[in-house]
């Protein structure tokens, strides 16, 4: 069989939404193998300084990067992308990924807009968000403009839509469409928001079989399932309804 494909929310650089993580909380980890890949949905946040100069920070890379499983993670609004930007870029599950490169493995950040085979699975991942409190933010400090798809970006994307179809077994994204957002949200300043309007746009225009978001705090879902929004449960592994290995 290929390798188990999960998802989590938010883990914002802190410890305890960090938490979710542990041999505790994912005892499933202990019978994983480095095929197996966890796809973090954004405001994944343990790089928000430069590499090397936090000691927790350190702490967490090494924690997450030696895990039994493979670590991916769909860019947010809360990262620092000054320096995930200077992580070079590779190609693996048959498109471009940033690697952060650790002595005890490997983490990747997933282009946005770019399409994916992960363990024979079609994933279209479209990460940032705007954040609704950038105005209390300091630039390049706690805020950066790149948290936004530029128009270069949503291109590439159609593009990659066109290259490989319109179907998809899952869409995973920071934010969700905008027109879903006032399901998990009373805020709705995070509807005003150029992502979402993009992902209305992709919702729109291709099929998955589910997508799977963060960034509401929430964990939930709507339409029988299809749209999940995940923030402290475990990890959600995908597909368990197609696996032949278990009863």
């Known amino acids: 069989m290929s390798g188990r494909i999960f998802v989590c929310g938010d883990t914002h650089g802190m410890s305890a939404d960090t ?4 041999a505790k909380n994912f005892p499933e980890q202990k019978n994983l193998t480095k095929n197996d890949v966890l796809i ?9 300084y430069p590499i090397g100069e936090n000691k927790e920070q350190e ?4 924690w997450l990067s030696e895990k039994n499983y493979t670590l991916a993670v769909v860019l947010g609004n809360h990262e620092n992308y ?6 070079p870029v590779e190609k693996k599950w048959g498109n471009e990924v940033r690697v ?19 363990n024979d699975k ?33 291109e590439s994307c159609l593009d990659e839509i066109k290259t490989h ?16 957002v006032n399901r998990f949200t009373d805020d709705m300043l995070k509807a005003k928001c150029s992502v979402a309007n993009f992902l209305d746009y992709i919702d729109d ?9 963060g960034h509401f705090h929430k964990d939930m879902e709507i339409n029988d399932g299809k749209y999940r929004c995940h923030y402290k449960n475990p990890p959600f592994e995908l597909g368990v309804d197609e696996r032949t290995d278990i009863e």
Not at 41 to 46: A, E, K, P, S
């Open 19 to 22: 938490q979710k993580l542990n």
């Open 40 to 48: 973090q949905l954004g405001d994944f946040g343990w790089v928000w």
């Open 59 to 62: 702490y967490w890379l090494d």
């Open 82 to 87: 000054n320096v995930i930007e200077t992580f």
């Open 100 to 118: 952060l490169k650790r002595s005890t493995g490997d983490i990747y950040f997933l282009k946005r807009g770019g399409v994916y085979t992960i």
């Open 122 to 154: 079609k994933i279209l991942a479209i990460g940032g968000a705007e954040s609704i409190d950038r105005e209390r933010r300091i630039e390049d400090v706690s805020w950066w403009r790149q948290e936004r798809l530029t128009f270069q970006e949503t």
């Open 165 to 180: 179809g319109k179907t998809y077994d899952y869409v995973l994204t920071h934010t969700c469409p905008a027109r879903y």
């Open 205 to 213: 225009v291709v099929e998955c079989k589910e997508w799977h978001f």
